[in-house]
DNA sequence: CCGGCGATCCTCT
DNA sequence: GAGGATCGCCGGC
C-alpha cells in the first residue's frame, strides 16, 4: 500500500520515525528494486539549525516548504546525491532524509549500480541509497504520490518497527536534537 | 573494528 | 571564500 498525502502532512519527527520499515520501491525497464529503510532523519525549517531550509527560501531547498510526498534530491560534497521526502505539517517546513536500507529484491540492478561494492556497504548511507537506486538531480521535484517509478510502500497491517532515536551524522548544529531513527537494537539476554 | 584524511564542487554569505 | 545532511581508502590496534 502506497504511503498517501496524509502520512507526509505530518510532523516531520513523526514521519521519519514511521517511514523506518517500509518499503521503498523503483521501477525501471529492467526490472524492480525493493529496498526497507533502516535509517531516516527529520530536518525541519527555522527551528532547527542543521536544516538546509534553517534560514529561509533559496533556490536549493524550496522543495521543502512546498506540497508533501514530493522528493527533494541535493547533490552534497561536490559527488554524491541525497534523497529526501518532503513531509511537514499543513503550511509547515521539512523533510526527511533517507540514510540507508537493506536490500529486498533487484540485487542484480543495484549492483549495476554500485560495482565491486562489499554486501555491507551496499545501501548503509544517504549517498550510497541514491546511488544504487540510481537517483540523481534530475529526480528532484518527483511526486511519490503518484509517480511510477519511485514511490514508498507500508505493510497494510500498518505495524510500526520499534524505533531508536539519536543525533543526526554529519551535522554541527543541532546535535542535541534526537532526530535519526533507527530499528531498536534486538537487547541480548 | 575504528579514526583520519583527501576528493571535489555546489550553495549561500 | 568557507563549509557542507559523504564516501572509500588507508593505517593502526
Redesign the pocket.
Known sequence: MRLDEAFYERDTVTAARELLGCTLVRRTEAGVIRVRLTET?A?KGGEDP????F?GV????GL?FGSCGMLYV???????Y?M?IVAHEPGGVG?V?L?GAELLEGEALVRAN?PG?PDK?LLN?????AKGLGIGLEWNGRNLLSDRELWVERDPSGALLPSEASP?????KGQELLWRFTPKENTAP
Open positions: 532523519e530536518y542543521a536544516s538546509h531550509a534560514r533559496t533556490p536549493r531547498n521543502m541535493y547533490f552534497i560534497y561536490g559527488m554524491h541525497c529526501n523533510a532524509l540514510r554500485r561494492v556497504a548511507g544517504p549517498g550510497k541509497l543526526r551524522i554529519g551535522i554541527s
